[in-house]
């Protein structure tokens, strides 16, 4: 158990619809990291925040936006859902985002797998 | 980010060690080669990772050649629970660095009983 959790672990919509997925980071952490994993593009870097702010942005969508609450848990809306945004969505956590990067840990929830029909 | 180069996939006998390469002709002089491994229907998991030495920690031990173009990660006895896709992933503090992880196509393992 990483000590991330994500919940729902399943969610099944259809396209046009607007779905939130939650992310609790393990306690203490204040960074938490979004990713998406696709079978055709692997896993990519969503979007990162660190204690509330954002702090650095991959090929994440306009229709995608996250935010981080004051108790430090996470949320990635994803609007106006296409087929192709059928994936698991994985959120990680870590305690810094300082500049210590290259000996950052990042621990990993189970993942939420989105279904769009 | 310097780029990784992993053999799509390998296989292994249970109780066997299993030596997983990782090619990273590019590495510069301040990028940690880190691992990770994704289990099946599981988020991805911190495995090890070092700079220029050896590492030894209770999942498995990281070897790094001594000019750091290649790294193998050895799981000493393979374990049926060790089937999974291993990630070699190479971080820097410097030259616009972010926190991301970027995750190349990794290595499947298989282990066989």
């Known amino acids: ?117 | 980010d310097a780029k990784t180069t992993q053999p799509n996939s390998m296989e292994s006998n249970e109780e066997e060690p299993v030596h997983l390469p990782c090619n990273h002709s590019t590495i510069s002089g301040t990028d940690y080669i880190h691992w990770y491994r994704q289990l099946p229907s599981q988020g991805p998991e911190y495995v090890i990772h070092g700079l220029t030495s050896n590492v030894n920690n209770r999942m498995a031990s990281l070897a790094i050649a001594e000019d750091r173009k290649s790294s193998t990660l050895i799981l000493h006895r393979a374990t049926l629970r060790d089937a999974a896709v291993y990630y070699c992933i190479l971080r820097t503090d410097y030259g616009g660095a972010t926190n991301k992880l970027i995750f190349g196509t990794g290595t499947l393992l298989a282990v066989q009983p």
Request: net charge neutral; hydrophobic share 30%.
């Open chain 1, 1 to 117: 158990d990483s000590g991330v959790t994500q919940t729902p672990k399943h969610l099944i919509t259809a396209t046009g619809q607007r779905v939130t997925l939650r992310c609790s980071p393990r306690s203490g952490d204040l960074s938490v990291y979004w990713y998406q994993q696709s079978l055709d593009q692997g896993l990519q870097f969503l979007i990162q925040y660190y204690n509330g702010e954002e702090r650095a942005k991959g090929n994440i969508l306009e229709r995608f936006s996250a935010q981080q609450f004051p108790d430090l848990h996470s949320e990635l809306n994803l609007s106006s859902l296409e087929l192709g945004d059928s994936a698991l969505y994985f959120c990680a956590s870590s305690h810094t985002s300082g500049r210590e990067f290259a000996k950052n840990i990042q621990y990993f929830g189970a993942g939420t797998r989105l279904s769009v029909l």
